[in-house]
């Protein structure tokens, strides 16, 4: 009802609104009655047997057949594997498909930043220069005497008189 995360692999039916309560993590599902699906929330996609999560797919019901000797896995497993993982779909959570993104996108910067760096420090024509801090850039904070205290825009003088009697 409510996952988080991991993987899941659905050889049997569906019950209404399956998935409502996803936010991490992949469905596979054979034969998918998509009406049966909260769709609001995530994605239904066609798998390619070029795909890894092809591999993965495959996987699991390998892991099935061990497991349990599944019948419907065996014959998954037994007939024409573009055929067979072209009747899954995947299920993914829209949100956690955005958040795999953005992460994705920083390794790819992280990566491309170490080649970079790599590369800079493999050559020797480079000239480094000294590194610094925003705090040496600027000038350090200092006290000030006699500060002119303001509420709003108008400066002001305390009053003496006390607020109890």
Not at 11 to 16: A, S, Y
Not at 75 to 87: F, K, N, P, Q
Not at 138 to 158: A, M, N
Request: charged content about 30%.
């Amino acid at each position: 009802e409510y996952m988080t995360n991991g993987l899941v692999i659905v050889l049997g039916t569906i019950g209404e609104n399956f998935a409502a309560g996803m936010s991490g993590g992949k469905a596979y599902v054979l034969d998918l009655q998509a009406s049966f699906c909260n769709t609001q929330s995530i994605l239904l996609e066609s798998i390619s047997p070029r795909e890894s999560d092809s591999t993965t797919v495959k996987e699991l019901l390998q892991e099935h057949v061990r497991l349990t000797g599944s019948i419907k896995a065996k014959e998954l497993l037994a007939g024409d594997w573009t055929e067979s993982v072209a009747r899954f779909t995947r299920i993914f959570p829209k949100e956690y498909k955005k958040a795999l993104a953005v992460v994705d996108a920083k390794d790819t910067a992280a990566s491309e930043t170490q080649k970079v760096s790599r590369k800079i420090s493999e050559d020797r024509s480079v000239q480094h220069s000294p590194s610094w801090d925003m705090e040496d850039l600027t000038k350090k904070p200092h006290s000030v005497e006699s500060p002119v205290k303001k509420r709003g825009f108008h400066e002001y003088g305390r009053k003496s008189t006390s607020y109890r009697t």
